[in-house]
């Protein structure tokens, strides 16, 4: 099937409508913006999304993906450049934020005979493979680790390790903040911890803030992007159902665009 892509405004039940349309009219950002869900190493996805907003052909808006590049898809790599390269030559037009994935994967080269088995079990291998580097059938011991996080780390194009490092853990505009996971609906959002961002928050998803703040997150799958209360929802997992979702945000809107195969 060609790839594609569709954009569309929810359909709701009347009730469910009428909060999504009251949620709506409280967006208020300084600028419009794109926010794109979790990609998880699906290039091709990338691809059908960047072709409908142009990066360097938008107006004002910025484009803010909010994180998990990497691992469980196969084209982490490919991902990881497209990005790369958009943040390189458009800087005031490109976001990325650092999602829990790619943490893992830099905890992984700083210690991978402590905790990096943790992230080679979470879609790690896939990342390895994307960039040839290949962990075979060998029992995954310590020594193990070490030589593959020194074979990724000699993979990686100049200076990407250092952008992954540099990545912020949210991006905010007026009352609309983007962020890989989560935010604690208790706390402000410049007081938020890093570990609440990149894993999520056990009341973040059944809470609705109190401060007018409108979260705009990825990291928990849905079926379908969708308003909630105080929150927008964009990853509908990538790499398991072959669709990307991302909204444009403007004052009083959000439109919905899916790439699909």
Request: charged fraction near 20%; aromatic fraction near 8%.
């Amino acid at each position: 099937m060609r790839a594609g892509i569709t954009s569309w405004l929810h359909s709701w039940k009347r009730r469910d409508a009428q909060d999504a349309r009251d949620t709506a009219q409280g967006f208020a950002p300084e600028i419009p913006f794109f926010a794109v869900g979790d990609i998880h190493g699906c290039a091709a996805l990338l691809d059908t999304m960047l072709q409908q907003f142009d990066v360097a052909a938008t107006g004002e808006e910025v484009c803010v993906f909010l994180g998990d590049y990497i691992d469980r898809g196969p084209e982490a790599r490919d991902v990881l450049s497209r990005l790369f390269d958009l943040c390189q030559g458009h800087p005031d037009k490109v976001v990325c934020l650092m999602g829990n994935h790619e943490r893992m994967m830099l905890d992984f080269i700083d210690d991978p005979a402590g905790g990096g088995l943790h992230w080679l079990q979470n879609g790690g291998l896939e990342t390895l493979k994307s960039f040839g580097v290949l962990a075979g059938t060998h029992t995954l011991d310590s020594s193990t680790c070490i030589g593959l996080a020194n074979d990724l780390e000699a993979a990686m194009p100049l200076g990407m390790q250092g952008w992954l490092r540099d990545l912020p853990l949210q991006w905010s505009s007026g009352n609309m903040h983007c962020v890989h996971a989560a935010m604690s609906p208790m706390r402000a959002p410049h007081a938020q911890r890093a570990q609440t961002l990149l894993w999520g928050h056990p009341n973040f998803l059944n809470t609705a803030r109190d401060d007018a703040c409108i979260v705009v997150h990825g990291h928990t799958i849905v079926k379908q992007a969708s308003l909630a209360p105080s929150r927008i929802s964009l990853d509908t997992g990538a790499y398991r159902t072959g669709r990307l979702s991302a909204a444009r945000i403007s004052q009083g809107a959000c439109q919905f665009f899916e790439a699909h195969p």
